[in-house]
């Protein structure tokens, strides 16, 4: 007799767990202080392990089952510190990851991305962002969420080694804007991710960068989503692109070959509606999985 599914199912959290050998690594890195916007966060990786029971590792649209194992490598202990403070513990915890073919980061703000950056080693990555923002804020008042780009850029990553993806209009600054000019980033607006579609966007960007470097660090700042599909992050706007357009784009992420670490920045549950938050934080990580299953 087979195994009744009555009452439960085969879950996304069933793939998480004590997993030393698994292909995949998971670490909660709440870190909130010095956002910009006053949030919480850090609430992001309770919130986020809390919702995976709700999702089957069965997708009807390709009739395949998720079986990769992930390693929960647990929370980084964040709480009242600052990014300055942070990036030693954020640095180390990815970079004891970093032999696993895929390292996911749960925040937190956007704080996080530079370190993770830096725990893959900063000469031979490159920086994909998917952000409504340019994270070119100036550093000279200290480390913030809004200037993790910035600093990289002044820790010596090449500009050319950053594409940014789905900068949203009047959320910017003209001064921002000629910084990652000026530094050689290869900017993609929300518009053209409309015009040409997410996915194609990111695929193109990775191709570029493989040229570049040995790996790839992705920052998924939530809110390059629409606010309309995606209330939980303080910076979404919108017109930022479609909640399906960056699932798609998340797969396409998930399954290149040199992308060995992502970040989800930005998702501040206690701005949830619905529920809307959680549940699509954990579609994107069911997503990334998916992706990475075909490498």
């Known amino acids: 007799m087979t195994e009744s599914d009555a009452l439960s199912w085969p879950s996304v959290a069933d793939l998480v ?29 309770k919130a986020f392990r809390a919702v995976l029971p709700r999702f089957s590792t069965y997708d009807v649209e390709t009739g395949e089952t998720l079986d990769v194992t992930v390693h929960d490598a647990g929370d980084l202990a964040l709480k009242a510190v600052r990014p300055a403070d942070a990036f030693e513990p954020v640095r180390d915890a990815t970079a004891a990851q970093a032999h696993r073919g895929l390292t996911v980061l749960i925040g937190g703000n956007n704080a996080i991305t530079r370190p993770g950056v830096h ?42 080694r950053i594409s940014q993806i789905g900068l949203a209009p009047f959320a910017n600054t003209k001064r921002a804007h000629d910084k990652a000019k000026a530094a050689g980033i290869s900017v993609r ?17 990775l191709e570029r960068l493989s040229g570049l470097c040995e790996v790839i660090y992705v920052d998924f700042d939530i809110d390059v ?17 479609s909640v399906q357009d960056f699932f798609d784009a998340t797969r396409v992420i998930g399954a290149h070959a040199k992308v060995r670490a992502v970040d989800l920045t930005e998702y501040d ?15 994107w990580f ?10």
């Open 189 to 205: 607006t929300a518009r053209a991710c409309r015009e040409l579609g997410m996915a194609v966007v990111v695929a193109q960007e």
């Open 269 to 283: 549950p206690s701005l949830e509606i619905g529920d809307l938050g959680s549940l699509t934080a954990g579609r």
């Open 119 to 160: 725990g893959l080693g900063l000469a031979r990555t490159g920086l994909l962002t998917l952000d409504a923002h340019f994270d070119l804020r100036d550093t000279d008042q200290g480390l913030t969420n809004g200037n993790p780009v910035q600093a990289l850029l002044e820790d010596g990553l090449s500009g050319e």
């Open 225 to 241: 989503i629409d606010r309309s599909q995606w209330p939980a992050s303080p910076g979404a706007r919108p017109g930022g692109v």
């Open 286 to 295: 069911c997503e990334l999985l998916a992706g990475f299953e075909t490498r």
């Open 17 to 45: 767990g004590h997993h030393p050998d698994a292909p995949v690594a998971l670490i909660g890195a709440g870190l909130n202080e010095r956002s910009l916007t006053p949030g919480r966060c850090d609430l992001g990786p």
